[in-house]
């Protein structure tokens, strides 16, 4: 979070004026580069601030980079700042200064007006940005006038003493160690390009997902693998014990109208059942699976019982906030436990594509359900719009 103070000074850095609502303005101005011939000074050039109390009215440049440095709305940094304004009139009237940061300090004065002191060691000019004062030596003076007379010293030795010497190293004598930089840069970098060549290339890595020690060794030989099918035998009998399909339907009453065919451990296939004709023998037609939802489906799992579920299923012109898709019922059902624990009206909707959809509200528009969505945000559910 950013400071009051400090945001004032960013913007004086690149606007010439920045009003405090209620309180008044800093107003600037770009002052020349000076030179003083007489003490040997040259001052870059730099802005000088000025108060100005008669500017009240908020041009909301201060309010608006206020609430973009510390992410809230205007309304909330409009009001944050009216509050530090008057905060900073009671420290005043009790006789405390107010100091801004790189601008400088706000006071009562002993006639009792509300005056302003700039800060002379900060520079607010962007393109005098890094330039300090500058000293040299005018034509004029002597060597008295320049610094005391000092004992076995010349001028030149003063001034040398006065001057940052930066001792640069002959370029012949360091031609040594950079030769050995890149030496040392070129062993750690040769190996290292020659395996992220040779490491996706010549071994398995990208395949298996695993890197052994062989892999670093160029010179180790793979042996091509060598697959052999294996010869399978079947047996169009059944095995002992089992039923086919064909049994199992003859087994149900004539009145059934659907089976649910156990495909593997965990997919069950529903086939729709025709009247049984007088043969006996069932005319079986299997249902290919459809994106529509399927009303109160019986679920079956591996341990042999059954539970049945009912789906709300999706109506026109509703909306839906889902809040999650699971293809195991198992899994499914925990979730909607937990988010009935958490206060959410949580139920099927329906199945799509293989997988449970969760919904926690519905409603004809999309605005009414946002709160709900961020609610659920909040307690750490990623949730959808099902239009």
Known sequence: MRSFAEIIST???????????????????????????????????????????????????????????????????????????????????????????????????????????????????????????????????????????????????????????????????????????????????????????????????????MISIQDFNPFTKTSPAVYKQLEQKLNPEKIEGEKTLEDQINELPSDTYSYSYEFDETLFIPIKLNPKPSTNVPVVSTVVPSVEPIITPEIKVKNGTSNTIEFAGVKSGLKYAIVGCFSEISNAKNYVETLKNEGFNAQFLDVNNGLYRISIESSTTADSLQSTIQRAKDKGYNTWILK
């Open 11 to 209: 913007l004086l850095v690149r606007h010439n004026c920045v009003v405090l609502p209620d309180f008044g303005g800093f107003v600037a101005r770009v002052n020349p580069a000076q030179i003083d011939h007489e003490k040997g000074i040259i001052n870059p050039p730099r802005k000088a601030i000025l108060f100005n109390q008669q500017l009240t009215n908020s041009d909301g440049l201060l309010i608006s980079e206020y609430a973009l440095a510390n992410e809230i709305n205007y309304t909330e940094a409009q009001s944050t700042i009216l509050g530090i304004i008057e905060l900073w009139n009671e420290e005043l009237k009790s006789g405390k200064r107010i100091e801004i940061d790189r601008v400088g300090e706000l006071f009562i004065d002993i006639n009792g007006k509300l005056s302003f002191v700039q800060d002379r060691f900060f520079n607010l000019l962007l393109s005098s940005y890094g330039l300090g004062t500058v000293k040299f030596i005018p034509s004029h003076a002597s060597v008295e006038e320049i610094e005391p007379v000092k004992e076995g010293k010349t001028l030149i030795e003063r001034v040398e003493e006065q001057v940052d010497i930066t001792i640069i190293e002959h370029p012949a004598k360091g031609n040594s160690i950079k030769t050995w930089k890149y030496i040392a840069a070129a062993a750690c970098f040769i190996p290292i390009a020659f395996y992220s060549f040779w490491i996706p290339t010549k071994t398995n890595v990208l395949e298996s997902g």
